[in-house]
């Protein structure tokens, strides 16, 4: 099994809503990662996680709360979105931190409305 | 700032013929370059990666030219196929700063058949 599996597919919410987006993968993985990408643009990175600790913040307003239960699961937490916050949000995974081969997901597509 | 530029940013390429993405990038501890391959409504997926200490590698009908020296590598692909119609993001990765990716601004290449 070499996939990330991300849940939903399509989001759509309100900017007085919460939300969470679900990752996951069974590929053993102690590093899983959130990018947002808007479109034409490339992925930009929002958090790290190594072995279910947060390694990396880029700096992501507190809107976005990142979450990993165990070494299988990753959750982006949504509340108060903006508009501007629509975009595909990826997860992605690897071996470790310092493996240089990510998997990523097919992304939820996100829309704040 | 843009640490890893890319060029072009739209490509339209014949069947059968050479499709040629080139990337340059400012940071010389740089010690990853990975090529993302991503399908619209997809995520990324890796395609290929080269490390500095190496000057061309090739998989199937891909090869990564490095050259240090001008702090470039770029990307060719050959006997295009329309199936390759997709947007490609360079990378570059750093070890020390926990294997950030950091991604070219991508390249949308369109084969006509």
């Known amino acids: 099994d070499t996939e990330v599996t991300q849940t939903p597919k399509h989001l759509v919410m309100g900017m007085t809503n919460k939300k969470s987006l679900k990752c996951e993968q069974h590929m053993g993985h102690r590093a899983m990662y959130w990018y947002k990408q808007k479109a034409k643009k490339p992925p930009e990175l929002m958090f790290v996680?190594?072995?279910?600790?947060?390694?990396i913040n880029e700096s992501v307003p507190s809107r976005f709360s990142p979450e990993c239960p165990n070494s299988s699961l990753l959750n982006l937490h949504l509340h108060a979105l903006q508009p501007e916050d629509s975009a595909l949000y990826l997860c992605a995974s690897s071996r470790s931190q310092l493996d240089t081969e990510a998997f990523f997901g097919q992304g939820t597509r996100l829309t704040v409305v | 700032q843009q640490q890893v530029k890319q060029s072009p940013q739209s490509l339209i390429v014949q069947k059968g013929g050479i499709s040629i993405i080139n990337c340059a990038y400012e940071?010389?501890?740089?010690?990853?370059f990975p090529w993302y391959q991503q399908f619209p409504g997809k995520g990324p997926a890796l395609l290929i990666a080269i490390r500095p200490d190496v000057s061309e590698k090739k998989e199937g009908r891909f090869t990564i030219s490095f050259n240090k020296s001008a702090k470039q590598f770029s990307l060719h692909i050959m006997d295009s196929q329309p199936g390759d119609s997709a947007t490609y993001f360079c990378?570059?990765?750093?070890?020390?700063?926990?294997?950030?990716?950091?991604f070219g601004g991508g390249t949308r290449v369109l084969v006509k058949p």
């Open positions: 996680y190594s072995y279910e600790k947060l390694s």
């Open positions: 990378a570059a990765e750093l070890k020390a700063a926990g294997n950030k990716l950091t």
């Open positions: 940071n010389t501890a740089f010690d990853y």
